[in-house]
């Protein structure tokens, strides 16, 4: 599971690729079954895509980051007062 969440971003862009090259092929062909058929799965890619770019890792990380510096600015503080 560990390496399934950590290479999740090159797991969808391989599958976009895949979808790519596959809605080049069906637009190639007459029939729209297949239009119709790429269609769903280019839409449940978007979705699954749309969960792994959510922005609440970006902001624990800004929480992080915010916290690591309210550290940093109280150790150097109390350098100062030395």
Known sequence: ??????????????LGAINL???????LT???SDDTWLLKVKTFLEKLG???LSPA?????????Q????AVDEH???AEKK
Do not use: C
Request: charged share 15%; glycine share 0%.
């Open 67 to 70: 916290t690591d510096k309210a």
């Open 1 to 14: 599971m560990e390496w399934l969440t950590s290479h999740w971003i090159m797991i969808l862009a391989a």
């Open 30 to 32: 007459p029939s729209d």
């Open 76 to 78: 150097l503080a109390a």
């Open 50 to 52: 749309s969960l792994a």
């Open 57 to 65: 890792p970006a902001k624990e990380a800004a929480v992080a980051i």
């Open 21 to 27: 090259a596959a809605q080049a092929v069906a637009r």
